[in-house]
């Protein structure tokens, strides 16, 4: 039995968990190559909480909510258009739906909570998460869908359903390079209010 069939039958009997763990390993993987490789940062200033926050937002987003987006119910929407019309609106659905109003208020709150410091309240955490979320909302939604679209379109014509979340951290590792570009290094909400 080769790798793949191996991976394909863990895959079809813990789909939620290997979707978690390779997604999670997807946003781990893409930050540490954005901070070192992209970023050039010096092995003293290699954030490891960067990419704590990139895992763990990798693995809650890939242990379910993404699991039941991709495979459970965008598969089963425009089932009445023809092919491409049809992939074309999941596609458009997720860039225009999910991302802007779950992936990244998800997002933002995981990463407030990891740089937490500490000293000042908790309940600071989704405060900052929000108004972070709404000023960046415009730019984040242009570069889901310049992005995420196309790679979309592959998912929903040529992967197997219980394949497409582990697919998508394989294809989406430019999506994860963006994000942590983007929105990798922690800023506070008084740098990046006034960051165009």
Not at 55 to 78: A, C, D, E, H, R
Not at 99 to 110: A, D, H, R
Request: hydrophobic share 45%; net charge positive; charged share 20%.
């Amino acid at each position: 039995m080769s790798i793949f069939s191996r991976l394909n039958a863990v895959a079809k009997r813990f789909p939620v968990v290997f979707g978690g763990a390779t997604l999670g390993s997807r946003y781990v993987v893409g930050d540490v190559f954005t901070q070192m490789a992209i970023e050039k940062a010096e092995v003293k200033d290699y954030s490891p909480r960067r990419s704590l926050c990139f895992g763990v937002f990798g693995f809650i987003m890939g242990s379910g909510p993404l699991y039941w987006w991709f495979v459970k119910f965008l598969p089963n929407q425009f089932t009445s258009l023809p092919r491409w019309p049809a992939i074309v609106s999941r596609s458009l659905t997720d860039c225009w739906t999910l991302m802007p109003f779950f992936y990244f208020p998800v997002f933002y709150q995981v990463k407030e909570a990891v740089f937490w410091d500490g000293k000042s309240p908790v309940e600071q955490i989704p405060r900052t998460a929000w108004a972070k979320y709404r000023h960046g909302f415009l730019d984040d939604l242009k570069s889901t869908t310049q992005v995420c679209f196309p790679m979309n379109l592959i998912l929903f014509s040529s992967v197997p359903d219980h394949l497409r979340v582990p697919a998508m951290s394989a294809l989406g590792m430019i999506w994860v390079l963006t994000l942590s570009t983007r929105r990798g290094k922690h800023k506070t909400l008084e740098e990046q209010l006034n960051t165009a």
